[in-house]
C-alpha cells in the first residue's frame, strides 16, 4: 500500500465529523496521521516487512497519558532502511513480564509522516493495576516495559508516589539521576519541561554526540527530530521511561529559549526568524516532533483541530490536562507557553528574559496579561469546581516554573524575572483567587526550569507588608532542580531566601529530582540529587525532606 492509500486508511479512522473535510492542511494531516496510530488495521502489504540494518527499538519505549483504563504505548522506529513507506508495528499488553497471561494486543502504522512513532492508545485496561507492555516489528523485540492504570475516580487510595523532573540538557552530564529513580518504586513520573535543549554545543561539554548530526541550531523537524533521538539515546533516561507511566508537559527549550507564545525567544536564531509566519513555521515543527517523541494522545492535535482552542497561529497542540488518582489526587499539567503573553521590559528593547524592577515598567501590573491564556485559565477553574465535587486529598498543579514571588535584589529596589509567573502577577493572581475562592483543597505545586530547588508557601498576597506577611498561605510549592542543566551556585542562596520569607528552603547547586509521596493524612517530599552529573556512576543522596499534613498549607522540614 502506497502513502496516498495509507492516508485513505487513516481517514477512515477518523471520528465522523472530521471525515467530511474537503481540504486537509498540515494540522489536520498531523490528526490524520495521529488518528491512524490508533487503528486496528493493516495494509495489503503488512506481511512485507522492511530489512532493518540496526535494531528498530534504539529509542527506547515508553507509556503515559494515564487513566484508570486506559494508556498510551510508545516508541519510534530509527532505521536506515525504513524509507517513505508505514510499517507496521504489533504491540502486547500483558499481566506477567513473560507475556504468558495477555491482556490485550493490536496492530498499528508507524507513518513516515510522523517520524515512524508508534502512540498505540490502548482502553478497556483494569483500573489500579500494573501491566507489562512490548513492541514487535518483523523479527525485532522492544525492551518489556512496565505501566499501570490509574485507580477509578473516587476509588479510595492508600499511596501515590510520584517523581517530579525537567531540564536535561544533554552535553551538560549524564543522566544517572534516572538511575537512581527507578530505584524509587513509583506510581508515575511528572517531567515538567525542557526534555531537549535546542541549543548548539555547551562550552565544557561533558559529553559530545557521536552520532550525526553533530550539535548545531535546532530549527527544521529534521532537526528537532534528531535532537530528540539524541536525548532518548541515554539508556538511563531509556530505562526510566520503561519503568511506569510518565505524565509529560513543556516549557520553551523544545521550541526555542524564552519563546511567548507567538513571539520567538532571545537566541542568536531570532534574528533568522525575525518574521512571525517563520517562527511559527519553526514552532509548528518542533511541536510535530514532541508529538512524534512523547507518549501522549492524538487528542492533543485533535481537540485544537475541532476548535475546543483558538490561536491565531498555523499549528497548536492541547497538552494542557487533568487527570485523578482516585479520591486521593487530582493531577494537573499546564501549558506555560503556548499561549502567553510576550514578556515585558526586558533589557535594550530585546526578546526574552531579564530582571525588572517594576518600578521602571509601567505595564507590569496590567490585568490583561496571562502565562496561561484566557481559554486555559477558564478551564483550570472549572476543573478545580469539579475537583472540589468530587472531594479529592490534594490539588497537585504541574507546571513549568517557579510560581511564588521571588525578588532577586535584597534591599529596597526589586528585580524579578520577567519571563516567570513574576511576570504575570495578575494572572497569578487570578489562579490564587481561584483557590480561594473555590475553597480547593490541600493545593501543591509542583515547578521546575530555574535548575534550582525552592521549597515555600503560596500566597495571595506577595506585598511586603505585615498584613502580607503574617496572610495565611493558600498552597505549597516544590519547584524542583534540573536533571543536569547548569545554574549558578549558591553564593546567593541565603540572601534571597531572607528577602522572600515565603519560601522555607532553597538550593542552587545540586542536581538531580524530587519525590513526592502523598498519603489521605500528609505530604511528604524528598529532594534527590546527584554527587556529580559529569560521571556516569554518580551516586544519589537526600539533600532535605518535608512534611505537610492535609487540611494545613505549612510545609515543616524533616
Known amino acids: 500500500m502506497g502513502v496516498t492509500a495509507c492516508k485513505r486508511q487513516l481517514l477512515a479512522c477518523l471520528p465522523a465529523e472530521l471525515r467530511t473535510m474537503n481540504r486537509l492542511d498540515r494540522r489536520e494531516l498531523l490528526t490524520l496521521a495521529a488518528a491512524g496510530a490508533s487503528c486496528l488495521w493493516l495494509p495489503r502489504s503488512a506481511s512485507s516487512q522492511p530489512r532493518f540494518a540496526s535494531y528498530p527499538f534504539a529509542l527506547g519505549i515508553a507509556s503515559g497519558s494515564p487513566t484508570f483504563d486506559s494508556l498510551v504505548l ?62 514487535m516489528v518483523g523479527d525485532a523485540v522492544s525492551p518489556v516495559g512496565r505501566t499501570r492504570t490509574f485507580p477509578r475516580p473516587g476509588a479510595k487510595v492508600a499511596r501515590l508516589r510520584l517523581a517530579y523532573a525537567s531540564c536535561q540538557r544533554w552535553e551538560h552530564g549524564y543522566y544517572s539521576a534516572y538511575r537512581h529513580m527507578r530505584e524509587e518504586s513509583l506510581d508515575a513520573v511528572m517531567f515538567l519541561g525542557d526534555y531537549i535543549y535546542e541549543y548548539p554545543g555547551a562550552a565544557n561539554a561533558v559529553r559530545l554526540p557521536n552520532m550525526t548530526p553533530s550539535l548545531g541550531f535546532v530549527v527544521t523537524l529534521d532537526d528537532y527530530r534528531a535532537r530528540y533521538a539524541l536525548h532518548k539515546s541515554d539508556l538511563d533516561l531509556q530505562a526510566m521511561h520503561a519503568a511506569c507511566p510518565w505524565l509529560m508537559t513543556w516549557d520553551d527549550h523544545e521550541v526555542q529559549n524564552d519563546y511567548a507564545g507567538l513571539q520567538a525567544g532571545n537566541s542568536s536564531m531570532a534574528d533568522i526568524f525575525s518574521k512571525p509566519a517563520d517562527f511559527v513555521r519553526r514552532r509548528a515543527a518542533a511541536y510535530q516532533a514532541y508529538y512524534e517523541n512523547m507518549p501522549i494522545r492524538a487528542a492533543t492535535l485533535t481537540k485544537a483541530l475541532n476548535g475546543l482552542i483558538h490561536h491565531d497561529s498555523g499549528a497548536e497542540m492541547r497538552i494542557y490536562s487533568r487527570v485523578d488518582f482516585g479520591s486521593l489526587a487530582a493531577l494537573y499539567l499546564l501549558d506555560a507557553r503556548q499561549y502567553k503573553d510576550p514578556q515585558l521590559c526586558s533589557k535594550d528593547g530585546g526578546l526574552g528574559s531579564s530582571q525588572v524592577n517594576p518600578a521602571n515598567c509601567a505595564a507590569w501590573s496590567d490585568p490583561r496579561r496571562t502565562m496561561l491564556g484566557q481559554q486555559q485559565e477558564s478551564w ?81 498576597d506577595y506585598a511586603q507588608t505585615q498584613a502580607a506577611k503574617s ?30 520569607p515565603h519560601f522555607v528552603f532553597a538550593d542552587a547547586q545540586r542536581k538531580g529530582y524530587g519525590v513526592a ?16 552529573v559529569t560521571r556516569r556512576d554518580a551516586r544519589v543522596e537526600t539533600l532535605a525532606s518535608f512534611v505537610v499534613q492535609a487540611g494545613r498549607p505549612v510545609v515543616e522540614k524533616i
Open 74 to 135: 510508545w516508541t519510534r522506529l530509527l532505521d536506515s532502511n525504513i524509507g517513505r513507506e508505514p510499517v507496521p508495528v504489533r504491540w502486547e499488553v500483558a499481566h506477567d513480564d513473560q507475556f504468558v497471561r495477555i491482556a490485550q494486543r493490536g496492530r498499528v502504522m508507524a507513518s513516515p509522516e510522523l517520524a515512524h512513532s508508534v502512540h498505540a492508545e490502548v482502553s478497556g485496561l483494569e483500573p489500579d493495576r500494573w501491566y507489562f507492555y512490548r513492541f
Open 380 to 460: 483550570l477553574g472549572a476543573e478545580f469546581g469539579r475537583a472540589v465535587q468530587s472531594g479529592q486529598t490534594w490539588n497537585v498543579v504541574g507546571q513549568q516554573t517557579l510560581f511564588g514571588q521571588r525578588d532577586n535584589k535584597p534591599g529596597a529596589e526589586q528585580a524579578f524575572f520577567n519571563d516567570g509567573w513574576d511576570g504575570y502577577s495578575a494572572g497569578r493572581t487570578r489562579l490564587t483567587d481561584a483557590l480561594q475562592k473555590g475553597a480547593v483543597r490541600n493545593p501543591v505545586f509542583l515547578g521546575g526550569d530555574v535548575h534550582e530547588n525552592w521549597v515555600g508557601h503560596i500566597k495571595g
Open 471 to 500: 496572610q495565611a498561605a493558600i498552597g505549597v510549592e516544590f519547584c524542583g532542580t534540573s536533571i543536569t542543566s547548569r545554574s549558578g551556585g549558591n553564593s546567593k542562596t541565603a540572601e534571597r531566601l531572607a528577602e522572600n
Open 517 to 532: 509521596e502523598f498519603t489521605p493524612g500528609q505530604l511528604t517530599t524528598t529532594l534527590r540529587v546527584v554527587d556529580d
